[in-house]
């Protein structure tokens, strides 16, 4: 293949409408950064099985081993400490936890290096809502609350705004100059979300809930499986340029993928699931300026020392008795590490489960692959003072239309410091059809490709930001979330792959289909409380047969 040259990069990257926005006729050269991403090393040789166990480990007895250290394996250690279950370990790949939640920092600037925000749960997510209560975001009340956010928590206004037509305009929808058939087909479609978001089933549950445990099966919904969003669009008349675009932004922000690679049920959930009842706003939105980051920093500091992080585990072994060993290596020291324990918890993707455990039924090995994951790219911009601006001032979240990007959000908004030195956060799906072209793709780009694509992009809505630029630094996500592809929320293989094999229990954020927070959040505690369990019938079992 030919080697793109550089308009023919940034096109291949930002979308071939971009090149006649005018992004890439200039090139920034920006002073300094770097290109981060995770343990690629060390992640692909326990992948491809390369990494040879010696006999001689250290040997430890703990009860229960938790397999990665993102919010969901975070989370089951949160929730195993309610459990009343202190003796435990988890281990982590990377130096620091958290996962794609995880968050920087730089001078006096915090910022996300991937999740930023979580909408506000509904008083059905328990326990959600008691860990915001844990970390005072959520006020006191009762179970049957609406739960009240802390103002400080809440996005402040203006929240967001889409580059359109050479000018910054409110919100996300591209109204300017929207002719009465769009207008008309946004008021149809938002018509049609409401009837999904009153929708019930017999048993009186809604269809489309967060987290997707509580969503009920109903065939009306489950048949939405079976066709793309981009269908769904299709079917129901929707051919609006302008609401097609709110659409496909809206799959690709959290999906990775468009709405031709999105479930239909997927798509509605986006829209759905977050609206309380119809007719009303969709939940408010609670972030921080280092994004999700705050959360994991919380989940962190409560589990404390029983986090090993550098540690990187090769096997998981479901041994001939009742209990499961744990092969690691702290990459750090070279020191090869053998944990026996009675549970683990595993809170790492699908894709790794078939590399990492041992004997895994030939079944679970077929479920594995009904899993697929989209890459991206997050990029954390320093400015020594704020661009000028054409038309609606900065906001939190500020999208660019025309643009492959998903545009930035402000890392200060919150802070309430409008002026001034600041860091956008940037973000970019590598929304391939193909998930491992994109990760080729992605991998195959240095830090002054990277750089030079940011600031293509963002020069078209801030023509003068070059000069205001004294850092670009860029993280790769090779496996950042799951895509929910035609067929996956209601495919056999998702199920089985939630099923507990023996001692081994599976929390990873791709086993709901949908990559969010509070998904990553209600896996892991529902993992602790099923080992919680196994360990009480364990005991009692024990206490029985002494007696």
Known sequence: MTPLNRRELIASILGSSFMTMGGCDRHVKVPAGELLNPNFAIGHSLRDRMMDVPTGKLEHRTRVVIVGGGIAGLSAAWQLRREGIEDFVLLELEEAVGGTAKSGSRGKFAYPWGAHYVPTPMRENRSLIELFREMQVIEPGGDDDEPVVGEQFLCRDPEERVFFEGRWHEGLYPGQGASDEDLQQLARFQTAIDEWVSARDEQGQRLFTIPTSRTTRDARAMKLDRQSMSQWMDENGFTSERLRWLVDYSCRDDYGVNPSLVSAWAGLFYFSARQREKDSESQAVITWPEGNGRIVHHLADHTGDRIQSGYAVASVEQNPGSDVTVISLD?????????????????????????????????????????????????????????????????????????????????????????????????????????????????????????????????????????????????????????????????????????????????????????????????????????????????????????
């Open 331 to 547: 990459v750090k020291t070279n020191q090869w590490h053998s944990h026996r324990c009675e549970q683990v918890i595993f809170a790492a993707p699908q894709y790794m489960a078939a590399h990492l455990i041992s004997d895994l039924p030939s079944s679970r090995l077929q479920a594995s692959k009904a899993f697929q994951y989209s890459a991206w790219v997050v990029a954390n911009v320093h400015l020594s003072d704020r661009p000028q601006e054409h038309g609606f001032p900065m906001c939190w979240d500020n999208v660019i239309y025309g643009s492959n990007s998903l545009g930035y959000v402000t890392s200060t908004h919150q802070t309430g410091n409008d002026h001034g030195s600041t860091v956008l956060t940037w973000y970019y799906p590598m929304s391939a059809a193909d998930g491992r072209l994109s990760r080729k793709e992605l991998l195959s780009l240095g830090w002054e490709h990277w750089s030079d694509i940011v600031m293509s992009d963002l020069l078209v809505a801030h023509p003068d930001i070059g000069s205001l630029v004294n850092r670009i630094d860029v993280m790769r996500w090779g496996h950042a979330m799951v895509t929910p592809g035609v067929g996956f929320i209601d495919h056999p293989g998702r199920r089985e792959a939630a099923r507990p094999l023996g001692a081994i229990h599976f929390a990873g954020t791709d086993l709901s289909g949908i990559p969010l927070m509070e998904e990553a959040f209600d896996h892991g505690t529902r993992a602790a409380s099923e080992v919680a369990g196994e360990l009480m019938r364990r005991t009692s079992s024990s206490k029985a047969s002494r007696s």
